[in-house]
């Protein structure tokens, strides 16, 4: 009888699998052990006008793993399950890393949406040995309240021996509960090795069925790159 090929899905330790089909031709059994990515909810604003901000997150728990590039689709719907928007970007993730991503003033109706979910996949995974996250450091971080208004302001610290070609800053507000009441973000250029720059974000205060902005529950999110 002619058996079939061993192959890296037939559930067997064949073929020099180090385990059941993983290792040897198969994928990499630390990498087949690997927790997925979790997208936490998205937090929706409304930027007025018909628009859209979202807060997503996304949480690596690998402490040994982060993913030179993966892809996430953001999907928003009406309450008829009609697509309002389908948004699909390539980003990474270091080991451990909670990471968070404003997307601001979408061309969304933000009284459409009734639902919305964020769809992960195509990961190329990479150890933390060679997969190394920039340091970067915020100080001097203050949240200015107005009538309408907060800003966020600060600095970033480059304590790299190279330049980091874009960093991106997102701030994200919260009421005295830890609720989520609106986010934004700004991009710095080029900043040199062991250097630093100022940054300061302007965001509108929308807490309509919220508490109280506590300006002290700021939240930063730092995506900094070579």
């Known amino acids: ?7 890296c899905i037939d559930n067997k330790q064949n073929q020099s699998d180090e385990e059941i089909v993983c290792g040897g031709p198969c994928t990499p059994c630390a990498i087949k052990k690997l927790k997925p990515l979790q997208a ?4 929706l604003f409304d930027a ?3 628009r859209t901000t979202v807060l997503m997150q996304i949480q690596n728990a690998n402490p040994n793993y982060g993913a030179r590039k993966f892809e996430y689709t953001i999907r928003l719907a009406d309450k008829y399950g009609q697509e309002l928007l389908a948004s699909t970007q ?27 979910n964020v769809i992960i996949e ?17 100080r001097e ?3 200015s309240v107005s009538e309408k208004f907060a800003s966020v302001e600060g600095v970033v610290q480059n304590n790299n021996p190279y330049a980091l070609g874009k960093t991106i800053v997102n701030a994200a507000l919260l009421d005295q509960e830890g609720l989520y009441i609106n986010a ?3 991009s710095l250029e080029n900043i040199a090795p062991f250097s630093e720059r100022a940054f300061k974000i302007t965001i509108p205060i929308t807490t309509q069925g919220k508490g ?8 930063m999110f730092i995506e900094a790159t070579r």
């Open 122 to 138: 195509n990961i190329v995974w990479e150890s933390s040995a060679t997969l190394v996250r920039p340091e970067v450091q915020t």
């Open 141 to 143: 971080l203050k949240t």
């Open 1 to 7: 009888l002619l058996r079939p090929a061993p192959t």
């Open 184 to 186: 934004s973000r700004t």
């Open 212 to 219: 109280a902005l506590d300006p002290d529950r700021t939240r």
């Open 90 to 116: 390539q980003v990474g993730i270091y080991a451990g890393e909670l990471r968070g991503i404003v997307l601001p003033a979408l061309t969304v109706d933000f009284q459409k949406i009734l639902r919305s």
């Open 48 to 50: 007025g006008d018909g």
């Open 40 to 43: 936490l909810p998205l937090q």
